[in-house]
């Protein structure tokens, strides 16, 4: 696909809110160069919300998969044991597990009340 070229170029900004913290798409901007970008990002950004670290990237540097691409994300085979479901269904088997060993006549010699 042609684009045309222009003047300005499209830039995202990310950023990352303490030295700690991950970096953050926040918003795209256009500009001349990356320096100006950076301007910009700083102009726009930085005065607003406390920022440890900014970058700036040319969006033409970041590469997406195409769609005959994202076919590799499939698994490759079945490996749903891999995945949690959960594990909801062992209170109920636990249930039943205690009602058939805690019967009423188990439960009576425990105090004694069978012996007579």
Known sequence: MDQKKT??????VFSKRTPSSQFQHQ??????????AIVMAQENFMRREPVADI??????????LSSEEKVILNRLDNKDYRTTK???YLKKKWRHYEQ?????????SWSGGNEK
């Open 7 to 12: 003047f300005y170029q499209e830039f995202e």
């Open 27 to 36: 918003f795209s901007l256009l500009a001349p160069n990356a320096e100006m």
């Open 55 to 64: 970058w700036v990237v040319n969006r033409e540097h970041i590469k997406g």
């Open 86 to 88: 959960g594990y909801g």
């Open 100 to 108: 058939k060993m805690f019967d009423e006549k188990e439960i009576l």
